[in-house]
């Protein structure tokens, strides 16, 4: 079997783990491998590669499983285990680990995970090694369409775990030679106003950047110049091979040899890789460059496709984790449409081989790279920036070719004590690139119905390639008028009901056609709030155009994302039990028709609010079927007040479970009035009240409930029409992966 066949192959076995909803088992595991085998010894080539294609299955499915087998054995119990500091986050006051060994059993792999330290941060660096005492957990990040995923992001990267420190102790004090250098860099840079953007492009670190710089990249499209990947490395293989290639002009003929700039490439690229932390992407770019050379010192004649197919196999070869990495998949992506845009899309040799047409080459390159990476971007980030272009024609040259050279040659001159006008000019640059990007307006554009954006690009531009545009134009523009214009036609007696999950808080949207309702809008946290980083893009992605935010009360668990929200929609109406001008009101007795829904609040009583737990807004809206009250806070105390006042109007099918599923709330009368059929809880699971409570969720059941909470299941969907309505849960029926299970020890309300 041919090495492109094997990598082809590879790439199809492997990519199974993206969509598997449970890894097999191990029986299922060993007949595949018999199975395998026996198909090997046939002498049909169809059965052999059949049979590699099972074997390298068994082999992604056999890393994945002692991956979560590690993950749970390690979050059982406290445990002692060597660890090694990897690195340190001054600002959250975490760091992350290795765990090398456990009771004196190294482990392989050897996963990582991050700690809190509080404000001990500063006793340590990278490179320590560490006895310490750990109570971990599994990682379990917040789940909802088309929202980020924790979870498969942190078992891509073998970091699945996190937890604190019970006891420590030291067993080697001194820091690495990396952890030295960056700390030389940040005395030399220190009252720079961008050395969290140095520190990113020089080391990798980019929790020092500012919130405004790092949202001003991603809304600009340059994120991915702060992330260490191909093309930094590539980069510095570049360098590296132009330095020598030069000084082999003045060495006689005989010492001129092919492999010498290539050896020096991949030495500069090694130092950049350890420089820059050994982080995956910079790990696979120099994993790729490697092969690369190998491929080229042993004079394979392979083309740009085959190298492209060899790299990206025997990449997930070496680590079937990498198919769940996205950062894998755009960088190797990104390669690919490179290739298909020189290859199908070329400039004319003319423009493309002359120095004088390099700023067309760039728009070019650039223009390709929009084109062929919208659908992936709108994929994984729903959306895309219409700066983006612009952005990176200023951007990549003034990056790559100054800013980044001047920084590392700054870097090696501070033993000289010669640096700091190097660390001003890089300094400046920065400046004068973000006074560029700050010019024009925001330019991100959320992208619905994502997985038409493949076809109508894609196919639009093999359809220009093939010259069929030429001969049937018409048929064309017909066609894309229909993609464009292609919507799902919403059903005029559907709503819909979506609890998001936004860890400890709430935020409900309640949905008709393309408008929405919001209901409480989550935390804030330090940096940002489930405003900005859930609610919004949610709302965005499925087309939706906000219509009101009601606040239940005033905790910020649940108003924390307010202002997330009205910075997209200003002029959004806000109503609310506490008064604030220019607020609506939420007074018992208040009540207003959107569409077919009818909102009643049934609580507080009229007169001034502090917004507390017990003066939640409490809400119930119906259809004239089916009806849903949400409940904010609401405790015991209210709720006997309240039902003695609504008793009659308290039924409803759906109750969104008052405080979180706290056992100071849900009082067996208020149960047996409303007399509902579904239960959804806002929780969070690693939440300091270890909510909900066993009680709580006991009692919903022997009430006739059936219980459902977003930090099992994730984002909880109700879809309600004519007589009837359909429940679904992230984790269970929306998006089911083996990857976006519950690790750990099983919950009582699973």
């Keep these: ?239 590296g091979w132009g330095i020598v290639r030069y000084l082999q002009r003045g060495l006689p003929a005989r010492l001129i040899t092919p492999f010498l700039p290539g050896i020096i490439s991949l030495l500069l690229a090694a130092c950049y890789t350890w420089l820059s932390g050994m982080q995956a992407p910079a790990l696979r770019a120099m994993l790729a460059m490697t092969f690369w050379q190998i491929f080229r010192q042993h004079y394979f004649n392979f083309n740009s496709w085959q190298v492209w197919l060899l790299c990206a196999g025997l990449l997930l070869l070496s680590d079937p984790m990498f198919v769940l990495s996205e950062s894998f998949w755009l960088s190797t992506l990104a390669v690919l449409m490179l290739l298909i845009w020189y290859r199908w899309f070329a400039l004319p040799r003319y423009y493309a081989r002359h120095w004088r047409w390099r700023s067309l080459q760039l728009l070019h390159l650039q223009s390709g790279m929009l084109l062929l990476m919208l659908p992936l971007q709108a994929l994984l980030f729903n959306g895309t920036s219409l700066l983006a272009l612009p952005a990176n024609l200023i951007a990549i040259p003034l990056i790559s070719l100054f800013t980044l050279p001047v920084a590392g040659l700054a870097l090696l001159l501070i033993p000289t004590g010669l640096s700091g006008l190097f660390w001003q000019l890089a300094d400046q640059s920065l400046t004068l690139l973000v006074m560029l990007l700050e010019s024009p307006p925001p330019g991100w554009w959320y992208v619905t119905d994502v997985y038409l954006w493949g076809p109508v690009v894609w196919g639009g531009l093999l359809f220009f390639r093939s010259a069929a545009c030429f001969h049937y134009p018409f048929h064309g523009l017909a066609l894309l008028l229909c993609c464009l214009l292609w919507r799902y036609p919403p059903r005029n007696d559907e709503w819909r009901v979506d609890m998001l999950d936004v860890g400890h808080g709430l935020a409900v949207v309640i949905s008709q056609g393309d408008e929405a309702v919001v209901y409480d809008t989550g935390n804030r946290w330090q940096q940002s709030n489930a405003g900005e980083r859930i609610i919004v893009p949610w709302l965005l992605s499925h087309g939706l155009k906000l219509q009101q935010v009601i606040i239940s009360h005033r905790h910020l668990d649940h108003y924390g994302g307010l202002n997330g929200v009205l910075s997209y929609w200003p002029a959004t109406p806000v109503r609310s039990a506490f008064s604030r001008r220019g607020y609506l009101r939420c007074v018992r007795g208040e009540r207003w028709q959107w569409q077919r829904l009818s909102f009643s609040v049934l609580w507080p009583p009229a007169g001034g609010t502090n917004g507390q737990n017990n003066e939640s807004c409490v809400i119930k809206v119906s259809d004239g079927f089916f009806s849903l009250l949400l409940t904010g806070d609401l405790e015991r105390q209210a709720e006997m007040k309240l039902v003695s006042l609504e008793k009659q109007h308290l039924q409803a099918t759906f109750l969104q479970v008052p405080h979180h599923g706290s056992n100071t709330s849900s009082s067996p009368v208020l149960l047996r009035t409303v007399k509902g059929e579904v239960a959804m809880a806002s929780v969070a699971r690693y939440n300091a009240w270890k909510m909900p409570s066993l009680k709580v969720i006991e009692r919903y059941r022997n009430a006739g409930f059936r219980w459902s909470d977003t930090a099992v299941s994730g984002q909880i969907s109700l879809r309600i029409s004519h007589r009837q309505y359909q429940l679904s849960e992230m984790r269970e029926e929306i998006f089911p992966r083996w990857y976006h299970q519950w690790f750990g020890v099983k919950p009582e309300s699973g």
């Design 1 to 239: 079997m041919s090495l492109i066949l094997f990598s082809g192959i590879t790439i199809f076995a492997l990519s199974a783990l993206l969509f598997l909803p449970e890894l097999p088992s191990g029986s299922v595991l060993c007949g595949i491998v018999l199975l395998s085998f026996l198909l090997l010894r046939s002498e049909l080539r169809a059965l052999q590669a059949l049979a590699w294609l099972g074997g390298i299955f068994c082999w992604g499915v056999l890393v994945a499983r002692q991956q979560v087998h590690q993950m749970e054995a390690l979050t059982q119990r406290p445990l002692a285990a060597e660890v090694r500091v990897i690195a340190t986050e001054q600002y959250r006051q975490q760091m992350s680990i290795k765990i090398l060994r456990i009771s004196g059993q190294p482990q392989f792999p050897a996963l990582q995970a991050r700690v809190n330290v509080g404000e001990e941060v500063g006793a340590f660096c990278p490179g320590q090694r560490w006895l310490m005492r750990l109570r971990l957990r599994p990682v379990h990040g917040r789940l909802n369409e088309g929202g980020y995923d924790q979870q498969r992001t942190a078992l891509a990267a073998y970091r699945p775990i996190s937890g604190r420190i019970l006891q420590k102790k030291v067993l080697m004090a001194d820091c690495s030679l990396r952890a030295g250098i960056m700390a030389a860099a940040d005395e030399a840079m220190a009252g720079l106003k961008y050395g969290g953007v140095l520190q990113a492009l020089l080391f990798g670190v980019r929790d020092r950047l500012s919130p405004q710089v790092s949202q001003l990249f991603r809304e600009t499209g340059i994120a991915h110049l702060m992330a260490i990947s191909g093309m930094h490395i590539g980069l510095a293989a570049a360098s």
